[in-house]
């Protein structure tokens, strides 16, 4: 999301109209699940005062279920991470790969993976980020922090999964062509991941990527999917899993794009933006409200 707290230049995304389609989406699915997959913050204008806190509110006030780490999650430190971000979250902030360098464990509070059982359905979410958190605008990130190869916990973390659940997704804030390379080296761990909701590379998929395997004799798809960045789309996801087959048998993605002009902001999240900002949004006036559409 990096910090889109109002639209783009081109009228798309901004938290008010994504948070509008949030809410409409929760209230007919309300056994769905709203995820993040990192890099919610880094919007250097807003967040260079306020760091997580505006965002780490919205996220509370929409009852985020999970969100992945980002390598700018890492952007002010550890101890910033935790404190202004993982402490105040009420939802589950996830990253199995990223160790603070002082304990050499996982900084505080943030877990490798958790598994929530809906309608006899255990579904369990692992998440990894990509190692290279410093860039050389800011080379200093992620100089207190311990980085383990994806593929590496992925070795480690994936079979206990499986083992303990139904469909395994893996939130990846990782580019997808690096995730496919990780795949294709690691054909018996791609075979127990249903779904990859990817981030980071800021790439659009409007139809799932799908990467098969094939290990004796027995056939796997991988879907993995992943909605750009500035909140320009809302991703929404239908897994379909039959319970005879103890297997994932379809998944069905539509994105919703984020027009400004069209969608009416949703004023609980205009009014934490407005007291952090003090009102400097443009105009937040839309000309109609969409009603949502959706496929059986």
Known sequence: MHGKYYPNNNSTGGMPYISTIIKQLKTKYPDSFLIDIGDTVYNPPYDKKHHFKPMVKIMNTL???????????????????VNEYVKQANFKVLNSNILDKSTNKLPEGIIPYTIIEKNGIKIAFISVCTTELATSANPHVGKDTIKIPINQILKELIPKIKSQSNIVILLAHEGINKIQDILKSNPDIASDIDVIFAGHDHNYTPKPIIFETNIKGFNHKTYIVEMGAYTKYLGFSQIKYDKKQNKVIDFILKPFPINSKVIQPDPEIKKIIDEYFNNKATSYIPTINPQLTFTN
């Open 63 to 81: 009852k985020y279920d999970i969100a992945a780490t980002g390598n700018h999650e890492y952007q002010y430190g550890v101890n910033t991470l």
